[in-house]
């Protein structure tokens, strides 16, 4: 435990004497979330939340979506509801069935179906409450798979019950989290924070150089001297992860007091996010660290490179519709993304509330993990040295 101690001590000081690495570390990931807050904060203005919403005359639904304030209901024939959207008189409407049709992706389409949405699992949740508290039916379990024309057509019988003041609150918080996921800034921020946690692979793969003879002088040293390899490859692996937390709170702490935008609301998960993002990208760096065909400054190269593209794909261009096409035609993609798994999953933690998707984002981040630390080790206990 001595040794450890010291050898992390040394590793640290080591790391810390590395200026231009602390400048790529700290500084430019500063500079480049500043420029981010200059071009995009201006395109996140409030948006006027009211939608012009069709509905056929005779629709059983308009006790109900009449009482939600951001629908102004337009009333048409049936026939004209299409035309109508088409020429973009109407922001959506209800067909027949009671299905919202809505043209391309759009903030006001993506609010409204995500209002309908919430009515539907309310209405659905607060029947069955009601049909148990006063044995309207032994069999609730049917309301559960109601389809939005026999929810909206059995509405009105409730309506005297209905609690329209809570399902307004929920309205309300999905209306602020469409216009979270709408926020272009919040949007390349977060892509930045899943691509600079990831710059523990530099720091990393610069450490392995003293690890392994032939590549520094020091490293020669270090070789013909009694440090074990093991030793050495877990203080380079501690010092990076602690390194780079601290680091990414540093940005944080920026962001958050400086440019005044709040992204991470969840500070539990948010950390263990970037725990195992770190994990992996000191991984991704001792991999590379073994490679000897080439020198650091390439190994960077390509590294930058790599994450530059992988961060685009998933939203550093300010579009994050570049995500969701290719997660509906080529979702491989997005599970290889590692920076859009680790994206993915700040997002979902801290903007969408769902947290569904982290374990499996998280879970790929550490089995690949597992696997480039198994294919590292074997790399590193075959390389002997004729003489040092």
Known sequence: MKKFIFQFKYTALMLLKEKQLLFWMIFFPILICSAFYMAFSNLDNPIDMTIKLGIVSDSTAKSVLSKVPIFQLVEYDREKLSAKLLNEDIDAYLDENYEL????????????????????????????????????????????????????????????????????????????????????????????????????????????????????????????????????????????????????????????????????????????????????????????????????????????????????????NGQGQVRLNIEEKLPLLNRINFVNLINESFYQANLIGDWSKIPRNLTILVIASLVILVISGFVLRRKTYDSL
Do not use: W
């Not at 409450?129 to 509405?155: C, G, P, Q, V, W």
């Not at 070789?223 to 944080?252: G, H, Q, T």
């Not at 001792?286 to 065909?293: A, Q």
């Not at 930058?304 to 998933?314: E, K, N, P, R, Y």
């Open 101 to 316: 049709v809505v043209p391309d992706s759009s903030v006001k389409s993506n609010v409204a179906v995500g209002v309908i949405e919430s009515i539907e699992k309310y209405s659905i949740a607060y029947m069955i409450r009601y049909d148990n508290e006063h044995a309207i039916s032994s069999d609730s379990s049917k309301y559960t798979t109601m389809s939005s024309k026999e929810l909206f057509e059995r509405l009105p019988r409730y309506e005297r019950d209905f609690n329209m003041a809570s399902l307004l609150m929920l309205i309300n918080k999905k209306i602020e989290y469409k216009n979270q996921e709408s926020s272009t800034l919040k949007t390349v921020l977060f892509t930045a924070f899943a691509m600079f946690s990831l710059n523990v692979i530099y720091m990393s793969a610069s450490l392995m150089e003293i690890v392994q003879g032939y590549l520094s002088h020091l490293a020669i040293r270090i070789s013909a001297s009694s440090y074990k390899k093991r030793d050495m490859i877990l203080a380079v692996f501690s010092v990076c992860i602690v390194f780079n937390i601290v680091y990414n709170v540093v940005l944080y702490g920026f962001v958050k007091f400086i440019l005044g935008v709040t992204l991470f609301t969840q500070f539990g998960i948010s950390l263990l996010i970037l725990l195992v993002s770190s994990v992996f990208g000191v991984s991704i760096g001792i991999l590379f660290g073994t490679v000897k065909s080439i020198n650091i400054d390439q190994k960077s190269g390509v590294t930058t490179a790599v994450i530059l593209l992988f961060s685009f794909l998933c939203g550093m």
